[in-house]
């Protein structure tokens, strides 16, 4: 009987490996180069975690099911519900601000396409606490080294802040069930629905055109300025612009100045309460949006006190399809990788112990232990990137030495048993 691997999931071989290794491994530097420190939570949670997040219609998005206890569980669809239990669990009472990141797999039960898949994976940091000002522009700073560091081309950061308009919704007095259906239909770019929303809500045609003239403003901070006479009356929202100006002055501080201000974004979730930005690369189409994140408030989920977060998830995949689609290259592994070869199988406890001393100064070593012949060695080398072949003859036996060939220059020297390490080291 044949089998297969389940609908909506992938293997990973070793050249995918090693671009995934590489990809995740520059993430993990940028984040812990400003403070950040890791955390882990379950795969699987309690269904309402989400439920009471997202409401009950996630259900068909999840995989849920009872265990043998009866109890309702969902294999986690994202990371941010996870980290506000992990944080009202047990994180309340340390000292703000909490500077956390996470990388792990999702699982969503939707239909596979083009950069969507049932098995995902996610990178994520929260900031938990602290100056808000400060941690946003921080982490729009560190969206752009990290993706600076990964080498993607033409990515652009575009930055808003719902504050803005939510605050004429409220003072239109717009219920909360229907400021989030005219987000929603912000998010979606569905006009349309937008402008019966609004019909519905009884907005007059001059306050459409300031919402109108709100979701249109793109470019740099100085754009700010051409809504603002337009605020005056919106106490909440100019309260709101201001403060986004103040994070795109210390974003600029950060040294990054090429964002995109872009106050259509809404993200289309209830939680966030403030700044949001997503992150584009054009050329994946339309699955272009790689990050997206924000401020935001979870915990009010826990009955907890209120702690205002900011946070963003890498969608893993994507920045790996990036690369795929802008030809990236991962630099050259120039760490030393050893294959131990001994001529005959007479002489494996040798090449045994030598392969230990290799190890236990941290060189990566194979061996061959099937007594293949020199040639298919050789061959078994290039085919796994080793630079190094260290050939155990009788001679090499009698001598206390070894035969040592560099496969990528072809040179071969002979080399004692005590300077192996400093020769392949140099």
């Known amino acids: 009987m044949e089998f297969k691997k389940p609908r909506g999931t992938r293997d990973f071989l070793f050249e995918d490996m090693i671009e995934r290794k590489y990809v995740e491994h520059t993430i993990r530097q940028v984040v812990e180069n400003y403070g950040f420190k890791e955390i882990k939570t379950p795969i699987f949670e309690d269904l309402e975690l989400f439920t009471t997040k997202s409401g009950e219609g996630i259900k068909g998005e999840l995989y849920h099911f009872k265990d043998k206890g009866e109890r309702d569980l969902a294999l986690r669809p994202e990371l941010t519900a996870s980290v506000a239990r992990l944080y009202n669990n047990n994180l309340q009472k340390t000292v703000k601000p909490l500077k956390m990141y996470y990388f792990g797999s999702c699982f969503r039960y939707e239909r596979p396409q083009a950069g969507r898949f049932r098995q995902f994976w996610q990178f994520g940091v929260e900031v938990i606490g602290g100056t808000s000002i400060y941690n946003e522009a921080e982490l729009i700073a560190m969206v752009n080294e990290i993706l600076s560091k990964l080498k993607i081309n033409n990515y652009e950061i575009a930055i808003g802040h719902l504050g803005i308009i939510k605050g004429v919704l409220t003072k239109l007095g717009i219920d909360s ?51 603002k006479p337009l605020l005056e009356d919106f106490e909440e929202s100019l309260e709101a612009l201001n403060e986004l100006d103040n994070i795109l002055e210390i974003v600029e501080v950060f040294g990054f100045e090429d964002y995109n201000v872009k106050l259509s974004i809404a993200r289309g979730l209830d939680y966030y309460t403030g700044l949001v930005f997503e992150v584009y690369v054009p050329d994946l189409g339309a699955e272009k949006q790689i990050t997206g994140g924000g401020t935001y408030n979870l915990m009010s989920l826990f009955d907890s006190e ?33 294959l131990v070869v001994p001529i005959k199988k007479d002489f494996v406890k040798e090449s045994i112990n ?5 190890r236990n100064n941290n060189i990566v070593t194979d061996i061959d232990l099937k007594g293949k012949k020199l040639k298919k060695n050789l061959s078994y080398a290039n085919t796994h990137d080793i630079n190094k072949v260290i050939i155990i003859g009788q001679n090499e036996i009698e001598t206390e030495t070894v035969t040592i060939k560099d496969m990528n220059t072809g040179e071969q020297n002979t080399v004692k048993n005590s300077e192996i390490i400093k020769y392949i080291r140099n």
């Open 177 to 227: 069930e229907h400021q989030t259906k005219i987000i929603a239909s912000i998010d979606k770019e569905d006009y349309d629905l937008l402008n019966q929303l609004l019909n519905d809500c009884e907005v007059t045609d001059e306050n459409k055109d300031i919402i109108t003239s709100i979701i249109n403003v793109q470019g740099n901070r100085n754009d700010l300025n051409t809504i």
């Open 306 to 338: 209120e702690v205002e977060s900011t946070g963003f998830a890498i969608g893993f995949d994507r920045v790996m399809e990036a690369y795929h689609r802008q030809n990236i290259e991962i630099p050259q592994n120039t760490t030393p990788k050893a």
């Open 354 to 358: 030598i392969a230990q001393i290799l």
